[in-house]
């Protein structure tokens, strides 16, 4: 059977970026792909702290995108969710496969070099860059090449299965770094673990409201740049009524030269019932008023998250509910892992 796998950090509850560039097609998984595919979803604690994060704060988060997840219609029984560190074989087979890991492959990592480039561009003089960069943050493609492939079903030489990774294109060199730690484990141990394929999201980027040139983040400090998925009516109408555009007459789409107006644009094209393109909103609201073309957007985003809010209310007051609901996928992710540890185990005579 295909095996799918995606995960989200709990680093706080997930924006409408989030929901459409994944976890709406998470969702949707759950209808298009054949029963027998294992959906497994997993909230990457792990990954959370390569960036420094606050215990109470951390264990608080992950409970609310548990409930989000929940929330949006994911089903705990169609899928497998848990938390990365309820699933020790994700960093087990995380170290075995750092063991083979090239440094200089990750060295050339694009988001590892921005990081590189904004803490030397901020480092005083005299204390060295590489000291103050964690390991954690450094090596995290492996972690995410483990989540991956510690999943993955028993390779078969007459079927060969694979696991398919629904990713954003932000994130396909790092599904490329997961095919070189299959290749190089494969080439010191023999061949037990299986290419990964990717699923490419054609979903695409959402911006930021208040600063439309860079992507809508949980982490970004302005609240009013992002629409939580669990936000009141009120805050989207709100958000939306404020979120930076330009002075230009008229409605058009134009990304390099309107990119808040494109972006609103791009926003109500995913939602719109009558599934126009962003151009052909454009068109229809080319004599708007930002305000009314600002109020019929928010209608459609309101249209289109309804329930998740009210649900996600339910869900979160009830954390002994969604702990039962972790343990079970925990479980079920525990056994999943086994069979792939057992192998490499062996493999590198452990
Ligand atoms: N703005 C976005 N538009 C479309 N997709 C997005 N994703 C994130 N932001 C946008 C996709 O959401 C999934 C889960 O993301 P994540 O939590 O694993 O990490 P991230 O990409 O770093 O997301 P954030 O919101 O920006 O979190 P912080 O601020 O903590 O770094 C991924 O599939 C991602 O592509």
Request: proline share 8%; glycine share 0%; no cysteine.
């Given at each position: 059977p295909r095996v799918v796998f995606s995960g989200i950090q709990p680093t706080g509850v997930p924006h409408l970026g989030n929901y459409v560039g994944a976890l709406r097609q998470w969702v949707n998984l759950q209808r298009d792909?054949?029963?027998s595919t294992k959906l497994i979803y997993s909230i990457v604690d792990l990954h959370a702290i390569t960036v420094p994060q606050k215990p109470e704060t951390l264990r608080q988060r992950k409970r609310e995108v548990l409930a989000a997840l929940l929330a949006i219609g994911l089903d705990p029984e169609r899928c497998t969710i848990f938390?990365?560190?309820?699933?020790p074989a994700h960093s087990e087979l995380m170290w075995i496969l750092a063991c083979t890991a090239s440094v200089g492959y990750l060295s050339r990592m694009t988001q590892w070099k921005s990081k590189l480039s904004l803490a030397s561009s901020s480092t005083?003089?005299?204390?060295?860059v590489g000291s103050r960069l964690k390991l954690g943050l450094f090596s995290y493609p492996v972690l995410q090449a483990a989540d991956i492939l510690v999943h993955r079903t028993v390779a078969d030489a007459f079927t060969p299965r694979a696991t398919h990774v629904p990713v954003g294109h932000d994130q396909q060199q790092h599904l490329e770094f997961a095919r070189e730690c299959v290749t190089n484990f494969n080439h010191a141990y023999g061949n037990h673990l299986v290419h990964p394929e990717t699923i490419v999201s054609p979903a695409q980027r959402i911006m930021s409201l208040?600063?439309?040139?860079s992507k809508m983040s949980k982490?970004?400090?302005?609240?009013?740049?992002r629409i939580l998925i669990t936000d009141s009516p009120q805050d989207i109408r709100s958000k939306i009524a404020t979120a930076l555009t330009d002075s230009i007459p008229g409605i058009s789409y134009d990304p390099a030269t309107r990119p808040g107006i494109s972006n609103l644009l791009e926003i109500f094209s995913v939602f719109d019932t009558e599934r126009r393109s962003p151009t052909q909103l454009a068109r229809a609201y080319a004599d708007a008023s930002p305000k009314i073309f600002k109020e019929a957007v928010a209608d459609a985003l309101l249209t289109g998250l309804q329930g998740i809010r009210d649900r996600y209310l339910d869900l979160s007051a009830n954390d002994s509910y969604l702990d039962k609901i972790e343990q079970h996928g925990a479980r079920k992710a525990q056994e999943s892992a086994k069979e792939t540890m057992d192998i490499v185990k062996t493999a590198v005579g452990l």
């Open positions: 792909e054949q029963p938390y990365q560190s309820s699933v005083l003089e005299n204390k060295s208040t600063e439309p040139t982490s970004h400090e302005a609240q009013r740049s």
